[in-house]
């Protein structure tokens, strides 16, 4: 069974500093996303990452993806206040398409 | 990437009754799928939603509390049936176009409270 862990589940951070989430998962996939979460809100895409080694970037957030490591990271730099929001990953659970929704990290960066 | 469009988007329902949410998207997409999101927590896969045949169900949910159809490729509903408190949660459908891109949209979500 797929699993998907996300580490930390809640991080307090100063605006302008830098800090790293982590997605670990336990089975074969090579298709990763990132999603935002804001409260009351559904959810919004920040990155698909499709093959080992993948990196992308979208302002503050940079996402990369290691499928030997079953490993994902969502970098965030010179955090600002707009990036509080709870951060999932998601793994695709091999060929059925359905998605494994990592725990979640609810971000809160603090003026 | 696909818009959807849920309804309706919140609800507040007697226990022991049920609610229909709908799942309406613009453009034909392979895969439907439905979520629940509890309070505080990630989401949790229901169902996979087939094309006129029972959806799929994921371990934990039976057919019976969460009966699923999709009578086509654009169109599914999902009724939460004999409502408790604990069913109270946002649930969310999400497709996805396989043939398009790799990418999974959500809709808005229906955020239901059982009283």
């Known amino acids: 069974e797929l699993k998907v862990e996300q580490n930390p589940l809640f991080l307090s951070m100063q605006e302008g500093k830098n800090y790293t989430i982590y997605c670990n998962y336990s089975?074969?996939?090579?298709?990763l996303y990132w999603y935002r979460q804001d409260p009351g809100k559904s959810l919004e895409s920040l990155f698909v990452l499709l093959s080992n080694g993948a990196v992308k970037q979208e302002g503050r957030l940079m996402a990369s993806l290691d499928t030997k490591a079953r490993l994902s990271t969502l970098h965030i730099t010179a955090a600002v206040h707009d990036l509080s929001a709870t951060y999932f990953c998601?793994?695709?659970?091999?060929?059925?398409?359905?998605?494994?929704f990592g725990t979640g990290t609810r971000l809160k960066v603090l003026a | 990437s696909a818009v959807i469009s849920q309804k309706p988007s919140r609800d507040i329902c007697q226990r022991g009754t049920s609610l229909t949410i709908q799942c309406q998207v613009d453009?034909?997409?392979?895969?439907m799928f439905w979520y629940r999101q509890q309070p505080g927590q990630s989401l949790t896969l229901i169902a996979t939603?087939?094309?006129?045949?029972?959806?799929?169900?994921e371990s934990g949910f039976v057919i019976d509390k969460f009966p699923i159809s999709r009578p086509n490729l654009t169109f599914s509903t999902l009724t939460v049936s004999n409502m408790s408190p604990e069913d109270s949660s946002i649930y969310l459908c999400s497709v996805t176009r396989r043939r398009v891109d790799y990418g999974y949209t959500f809709g808005s979500g229906t955020r239901l409270t059982v009283v």
């Open positions: 998601a793994v695709e659970g091999g060929s059925s398409y359905k998605y494994i």
């Open positions: 453009s034909q997409v392979t895969m």
């Open positions: 939603a087939n094309q006129g045949s029972e959806a799929t169900y």
């Open positions: 089975t074969t996939s090579d298709r």
